[in-house]
């Protein structure tokens, strides 16, 4: 059977020195949930950074390596430089807010980020040609790998060779903002299938395509360069079964109790989000206040819990954003708290999965407000854990999960209004409506999981490729 090359920025683990300690941990983000078992299941080589090595002795190194190795994951090395051009500062600090439609945070006059970005995707396409055997299959993720597809068509014509974004594609008239639209287009149709969470997504790129590079318009297939690239929506999802097997374990449903035990009464509502701006954390706080305002009576009975993971911190509008967040809930703990506790407990850490399902299990309602978000999954991981088909579940209308799991209270994360009722409705829905509403998203989130997501994409791939009719030909 032909292997599966899996590339992306981030390796399911990451590397992390701190004061002569080295821990490998499982990476936080969309990106490594859904990858994880399309790697177990087929075997394969997973290639990307694993976190920065530059202060291990000889030995930790060899020892993080061998331990690399026994996951098959195939170490991209970067620089303290690289770290800082091509992924705080391009791939973070350019295409990230771009392609969230948030313009405001872009920085685009470090010409020297994008030419760092451009070695770097070079480096990759280099690991690649350097573990390639023939019959291979290559899967490139996300916007920080976007030129990565067409210089690997360089190398090995033939190659197949697959692409996948993980974040929204912004409207034509966003994505013309960049300076290096045109390379980013044609980076990403080097590839042979280029995938996308929603049809709105795919529909932006081909517009984008069609103004920047002058191609004929198709949603399904694009002519270039005298090759097909197969344009497909392929929503990202999660191990079902994982979530149903943790929610189902003695011990995490005892963490449950214990949380819902300490909050005495109270009921729960919970955000679980990376810390990033994109997420809607501020506006979320803010309705939480404005929920406080308004319902004098419930606040005695409502316990608000933000885990947020840390992220991103060298990247300055992360650093901003967190003191911004830092401020919020202390502003709302101080105006709302009491001698026995406060409405919002805010923990900024990272936490093994079991503890995050603990607190979806623990959880009445669980908000996920991002103002853009690609697709997210902390939603579809709230819905998998209910296994009793109880819980309230609030989303954006600007994830990309609100195109499937359109029986979720809808809200528009802007709407800080709209925000603090639909708070008060989901606390006061009935078992029933919870129980209709749980029953059809989990019946949507286990049909459509991780599995089949990775299965329809490889699908194409296998089938995709080949030369456009020639133009006049019958
Ligand atoms: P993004 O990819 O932008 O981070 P997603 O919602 O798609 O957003 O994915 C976030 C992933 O990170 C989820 O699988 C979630 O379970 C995981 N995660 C969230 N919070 C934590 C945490 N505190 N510790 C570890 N993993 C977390
Ligand atoms: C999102 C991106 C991923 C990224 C993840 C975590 O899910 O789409 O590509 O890996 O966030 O971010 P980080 O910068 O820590 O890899």
Redesign the pocket.
């Known amino acids: 059977m032909s292997r599966l090359l899996i590339v ?3 390796l399911p683990v ?1 590397v992390h020195a701190d004061q002569g300690d080295v821990s490998v941990v499982p ?6 949930t859904a990858l994880r078992g399309p790697h177990e299941r087929h075997g394969g080589l997973w290639l990307g950074w694993p976190g920065d090595l530059a202060r291990l002795t000889e030995e930790q190194r060899r020892d993080v390596e061998d331990r690399l190795e026994q996951l098959g994951a195939v170490p991209v090395h970067l620089t303290s430089a690289e770290v800082s051009r091509y ?1 705080d500062g391009f ?2 600090g350019v295409l ?1 807010p771009l392609f969230h439609y948030l313009v405001e945070k872009l920085h685009l006059d470090a010409r020297h980020n994008w030419e760092s970005y451009r070695e770097v995707n070079e480096r990759f396409a280099e690991a690649i040609v350097a573990r390639y055997r023939p019959g291979d299959r290559v899967w490139i ?4 790998l976007t030129l990565v597809p067409a210089m690997l068509r360089r190398r090995i014509p033939d190659a197949r060779i697959g692409f996948f974004l ?2 929204p594609f912004p409207a034509a008239e966003v994505f013309r903002i960049l300076p290096w639209r045109e390379q980013v287009l044609r980076g990403m149709l080097g590839a042979d299938v280029v995938g996308f969470h929603t049809t709105a997504y795919r529909y932006h790129f081909v517009y984008s395509a069609a103004r920047v590079l002058g191609l004929d318009p198709d949603l399904e297939t694009l002519a270039y360069e005298g090759r097909r690239v197969r344009l497909g929506a392929y929503p990202v999802s999660i191990d079902v079964d994982e979530f149903v097997r943790l929610a189902r374990d003695e011990e995490v449903r005892a963490e449950a109790r214990r949380i819902r035990e300490s909050a005495r009464g109270r009921k729960i509502v919970l955000g679980v989000d ?1 810390l ?1 701006y994109t997420k809607g954390i501020p506006r979320r706080m803010l309705a939480i206040e404005r929920f406080l305002e308004r319902e004098p009576e419930l606040r005695s009975k409502v316990r608000f819990i933000q885990l947020a993971v840390p ?2 911190e060298n990247v300055d509008a992360y650093a901003e954003f967190r003191r911004v967040v830092n401020e919020l809930v202390g502003r709302i703990n101080g105006s709302y708290g009491t001698l026995d506790d406060v409405p919002i407990h805010f923990l900024h850490r990272s936490m093994p999965m079991a503890g995050v399902v603990a607190l979806y299990l623990a959880a009445d309602v669980m908000m996920v407000t991002p103002l853009r978000d ?1 697709m997210n999954l902390v939603c579809k991981e709230y819905v998998a854990s209910r296994i009793d088909d109880t819980g309230a579940l609030v989303l954006s209308e600007f994830a990309g999960a609100a195109a499937e799991l359109i029986e979720a209270l809808l809200v528009n994360p802007h709407d800080i209004d709209a925000v603090a009722s639909t708070i008060q409705r989901a606390l006061v829905m009935s078992p029933s409506e919870q129980r209709v509403r749980m029953q059809a998203l989990r019946r949507r989130v286990v049909t459509h999981d991780a599995h089949r997501w990775s299965h329809r994409f490889l699908n194409d791939l296998e089938r995709a490729g080949g030369v456009p009719p020639a133009v006049g030909a019958a």
């Open positions: 992306s920025n981030r990451t990476s936080a983000g969309g990106l490594v992924y791939s973070n990230w993720h996300d916007y920080q993980h974040i990376r990033d992220t991103r690609g």
